[in-house]
């Protein structure tokens, strides 16, 4: 089923698409996973030329990153808490991907830690990548993480519980 909120998105998904130059289809469809609940945006790539679906992507996929954060900001502005809706924008399965390589990633970083005792850092991770990192961590026991730095150069710490830092603060 649909939701309002998920037709809000593939409507105003469409219309930068098409401001873009870009004429592409969007589905919507609901996920619940470890993060919570969320509704994925999909870009359909088959009338998306390759070098189309890289630019839309971007670097590390910052500009889907972006396309994606005003997604959030602009379909939940005026809403309260309990109305918003977290959206996801996937593309060429680039989200997927990107999701099990953060799994991967917390898996080895706590491993590392557990074994060794000293706290590991994570760099090269968006705001939205931190903040999975630091739910998938959560299930870690004896593990705690916080972010450190300032943007563009933030970093996600691993360490034993009890070893964070006067730095610490969520994102």
């Not at 105003?12 to 870009?22: A, P």
Request: aromatic share 4%; proline share 2%; glycine share 8%.
């Amino acid at each position: 089923m649909v939701t309002d909120a998920a037709t809000a998105g593939i409507n105003w998904l469409t219309t930068l698409l098409t401001m873009q130059g870009l004429t592409s289809t969007v589905t919507a469809h609901p996920v619940e996973d470890e993060s919570g609940e969320s509704c994925w945006l999909t870009i359909a790539e088959d009338t998306l030329s390759p070098e189309q679906v890289q630019a839309l992507i971007g670097d590390g996929g910052t500009v889907l990153d972006s396309i994606q954060y005003l997604a959030n900001t602009t379909l939940n502005l005026g809403k309260g808490q309990e109305e918003q809706q977290a959206f996801t924008i996937e593309l060429a399965g680039y989200r997927a991907k990107r999701l099990e390589e953060l799994k991967t990633m917390a898996a080895e970083a706590a491993e590392r830690v557990l074994a060794s005792g000293e706290e590991y850092e994570i760099q090269g991770l968006s705001s939205a990548e931190r903040r999975q990192m630091h739910h998938f961590m959560s299930a870690h026991e004896g593990l705690a993480t916080f972010s450190r730095g300032r943007e563009p150069d933030r970093r996600l710490v691993v360490c034993l519980a009890g070893q964070q830092d006067n730095e610490a603060t969520d994102g």
